[in-house]
């Protein structure tokens, strides 16, 4: 089987079981395929952020900015940034578990430092040979980091989708139909999608965070698939 010049995949969030289960996938396939996968994966700014789309789309718009010291607060325990609705979910913090403690000032400098790395690797990728991900199916979203007041957050439609999608291009000066989006996401959680090219259902599955292995493998191997001759 000939592979192709192969493609990047990167997560656009919008939580961290998308990040973790590329992770996971593409250690796999490697182990299978030698290192010779056609897919690889790259870290990225939005990994391990709680970042729905439309937060995205701000930080993207805005040529993903910097933040302040004065942009962030403490919100349900963890670093938040307002302006464009985002949790730093596992940054400026020591300790792990229930250990782990939320420190800004202490870890102010090298978290904007590693931010800044981010962002360059981001506006370096090639959007031609590049895949971006976005899932919402995290179970914890609304158990965990979201009051019911704001399950709007993680549910997916068109618009919003089409925003992202519009922010891509205008990010990397593309087309829309120049870079592709896969979204993940389950039938309670998106409306209108469903015949929506580049988009894949999954099952409810009862993990907190990490997600259904085996949806997730097969979604990988169809992707794997589309780019193999």
């Keep these: ?18 990040a973790h289960q ?3 996938l593409a250690a796999l396939d490697s182990e299978l395929n030698n290192n010779e996968s056609a897919l690889k ?4 700014i939005f990994d391990w952020l709680i970042c729905p ?19 962030l607060i403490i919100q349900n325990n963890r670093p938040y940034w307002p302006d464009h609705r985002l949790y730093f979910w596992h940054n400026f913090t020591d300790g792990k578990g229930r250990a782990r403690q939320v420190h800004i000032d202490k870890n102010f400098e090298d978290e904007l430092t590693r931010w800044r790395y981010l962002r360059d690797k981001f506006q370096a990728l090639n959007p031609a040979n590049t895949i971006f991900v976005i899932s919402n199916i ?9 009051e019911p007041s704001e399950h709007d957050q993680f549910q ?21 139909g120049q870079n ?22 999954f099952p409810i599955d009862q993990n907190e965070w990490k997600g259904p292995k085996q949806p997730w493998s097969f979604w990988w191997q169809k992707l794997h698939e589309s780019f193999t001759d």
């Design 1 to 18: 089987m000939a592979h192709n010049n192969g493609k990047v995949l990167i997560s656009l969030g919008m939580s961290c079981q998308t």
């Design 22 to 24: 590329l992770r996971r």
């Design 41 to 44: 994966v790259q870290s990225g």
């Design 53 to 71: 789309p439309l937060s995205v789309v701000s930080l993207l718009n805005n040529n993903i900015p910097d933040f302040t010291r004065q942009d």
């Design 138 to 146: 995290q179970n914890n979203l609304e158990t965990e980091v979201y």
């Design 156 to 176: 997916f439609t068109p618009a919003v989708i089409e925003q992202l999608e519009h922010s891509l291009a205008a990010f990397f000066g593309t087309t829309i």
């Design 180 to 201: 592709n989006l896969q979204v993940v996401t389950r039938h309670d959680r998106s409306k209108g999608l469903i015949s929506r090219e580049n988009t894949t259902l």
